[in-house]
């Protein structure tokens, strides 16, 4: 089992996966794709019958934020081991499919001693250069904003939409369910921010105002855990311009209701390197407030 006073590598975690299907009849292993370097995106679906409708969600897309699988680890780890009443509900009324690592090849560079521990994108080679900004490859939007066909660059897009193998396999898995989907989140760091699509443009999405009342529910409910206040709006008045995102991609494609992108703890003190001591904390507040948009999520559909 895992302990919340470390960040562990991708053996770990997947090794803690498997053991989890093999322990739990509702658990069981998913592959959302294969990375370049020929790993496995592994993740979970947890079910506790037929007919369902879904929650999912995807971190680790930015290698160096460590901070997001492992809040996406104390989640998986709170749906099935909690007391909490309510967390007890979430897990039986939704089917969860969980990715905690979807870009497996930067976060194992990351953990390398001849690797980079502030590696943001995938690995492939261009030339000299390594990697494509994963959250920049997806097809919508592709190359307008905050990306470009530098492969020395860290917003990198790639040589085309959905060029990068993580990106589209990892696609392909979400088109296949997408009509059950009715929260899709997607955790990176940091800032403290929860964001609504879209990033191309500050006009509102169709159901900006629910999704907006909704996202305030859940960073009050995030915030009375432990006092972290969050700001929220869409990615492009938010934070700046970003396009061919995952979460731009899931609304506009898909039309998935709630569409989230937390960046997490801190708000510029430690970045990337965020102490292993609040990764508890860290878990503790944002189970809350996703608690809080599966309610809201239940009370939609
Ligand atoms: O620039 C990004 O990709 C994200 N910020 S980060 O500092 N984690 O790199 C924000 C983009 C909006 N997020 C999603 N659409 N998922
Ligand atoms: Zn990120």
């Given at each position: 089992?895992?302990?919340?006073?470390?960040?562990?590598?991708?053996?770990?975690?997947?090794?803690?996966?498997?053991?989890?299907?093999?322990?739990?009849?509702?658990?069981?292993?998913?592959?959302g794709g294969t990375s370049y370097e020929g790993r496995v995106i592994k993740g979970i679906k947890i079910s506790h019958g037929p007919d369902r409708r879904a929650v999912f969600i995807e971190s680790g897309i930015h290698s160096r934020e460590w901070i997001a699988p492992a809040t996406t680890n104390y989640i998986i780890n709170e749906l099935l081991y909690s007391d909490n009443e309510e967390f007890k509900a979430a897990t039986r009324d939704f089917d969860w499919y969980i990715f905690p690592v979807t870009n497996p090849d930067g976060y194992v560079w990351t953990h390398l001693p001849e690797g980079d521990r502030f590696w943001r994108k995938s690995r492939r080679p261009f030339g000299d250069q390594f990697g494509v900004d994963l959250n920049r490859n997806w097809n919508t939007n592709w190359l307008e904003k905050s990306s470009n066909l530098n492969p020395a660059s860290n917003n990198y897009a790639g040589p085309g939409p959905f060029s990068e193998i993580e990106a589209r396999s990892l696609s392909a898995y979400i088109i296949d369910?997408?009509?059950?989907?009715?929260?899709?989140?997607?955790?990176?760091?940091?800032?403290?921010?929860?964001?609504?699509?879209?990033?191309?443009?500050?006009?509102?999405?169709?159901?900006?105002?629910?999704?907006?009342?909704?996202?305030?529910?859940?960073?009050?409910?995030?915030?009375?855990?432990?006092?972290?206040?969050?700001?929220?709006?869409?990615?492009?008045?938010?934070?700046?311009?970003?396009?061919?995102?995952?979460?731009?991609?899931?609304?506009?494609?898909?039309?998935?209701?709630?569409?989230?992108?937390?960046?997490?703890?801190?708000?510029?003190?430690?970045?990337?390197?965020?102490?292993?001591?609040?990764?508890?904390?860290?878990g503790e507040e944002t189970m809350d407030s996703v608690i809080e948009l599966v309610h809201q999520a239940k009370r939609l559909g």
């Open positions: 089992s895992m302990k919340w006073d470390e960040y562990y590598d991708l053996e770990d975690i997947y090794a803690w996966l498997d053991d989890l299907a093999a322990k739990f009849s509702q658990v069981s292993i998913i592959e369910m997408a009509d059950k989907i009715d929260l899709y989140i997607s955790f990176h760091s940091s800032g403290q921010i929860l964001l609504l699509p879209f990033g191309n443009t500050t006009d509102p999405l169709a159901n900006y105002y629910d999704a907006m009342w909704i996202g305030r529910r859940a960073i009050g409910a995030l915030a009375f855990k432990h006092g972290t206040q969050y700001t929220i709006g869409n990615i492009a008045e938010a934070i700046y311009f970003a396009t061919g995102t995952s979460v731009d991609w899931v609304k506009e494609r898909l039309n998935i209701p709630l569409a989230y992108c937390y960046e997490l703890r801190d708000k510029g003190v430690f970045g990337h390197a965020l102490p292993p001591d609040q990764i508890k904390p860290t």
